[in-house]
């Protein structure tokens, strides 16, 4: 988020938190970053990794090899 990099640290906290954030300890500092830009009127970008498990190989390649 922004100029912060997170990482995975406990994927199974992710539901626990408003940012989706596998790392609880960071919240706050996102909470932070988050209220600072709201206050300033700006906007912020983001990188999201996806990490699916329990999905079968191969689903959605037929899709993504006409792309």
Known sequence: LGPIVLDPVDLDRVD???FFCPDPARVGELEDYMNALRKSGDSVG???????TG???GLGE???DRL
């Open 46 to 52: 983001a990188r999201v990794t996806v990490i699916a």
């Open 16 to 18: 626990d938190n408003p």
């Open 62 to 64: 037929p899709v993504f």
């Open 55 to 57: 999905v079968p190989p």
